[in-house]
């Protein structure tokens, strides 16, 4: 479980990524959260790679996918954070997804491509609390997009219930213990 500390505001925070952490912790492999964190800041760069051929298609494509994902993993920011068990890779990972899912779904109008916007955006959330701000960006993005009153509550629904089946938790865990979501 996750441990109360009173005068420790940080253990009020959301830590879904601790409580993966924790798990090879538990039985004694203290360096994968490390590896964890790290797979995590590869497959950002991955599903970078992945989203420019997604998008464009062709020789063109890979040429900037290529060239998209050299820039990421270039970055000496990327490197530093990768090698800590951290939670920033983690949200820049789930909140990458959450973009993409949602740029799919402004393409297609495929309810899927929302929910599963939504899903990551709540992992980002759950991740740092940082998400809570992506989140908020993306549903206002979300009901901008969406054509008509009717469509824009309920693609706003769909994403916040998605984002809020991840997220809510963690913050009613804080609140429960504070009085304050955040």
Known sequence: GILE???MKDSYWPHLLQVFYGVPMAFGHDTAAAVLHALLCGLLVLAVFSA?????GGKTASACAWIAAALLAGQPILHYVA???????????FHFLACLALWRWSKTGSSGFLAAGGLMSGLAAASKMHG??????LA???????????????????YSACAAA???PW???TFWHTGNPV
């Open 5 to 7: 500390i009173p005068w």
């Open 52 to 56: 420019g051929h997604i998008e464009e």
């Open 83 to 93: 090698a800590e068990p951290r939670a920033e890779g983690a949200l820049a990972f």
């Open 132 to 137: 809570l701000v992506l989140f908020a960006s």
């Open 140 to 158: 206002l993005w979300v009901m901008l997009r969406a054509q008509g009153r009717a469509q824009r509550l309920r693609a706003g629904l769909v």
């Open 166 to 168: 991840i997220a809510a």
């Open 171 to 173: 913050y009613f865990k």
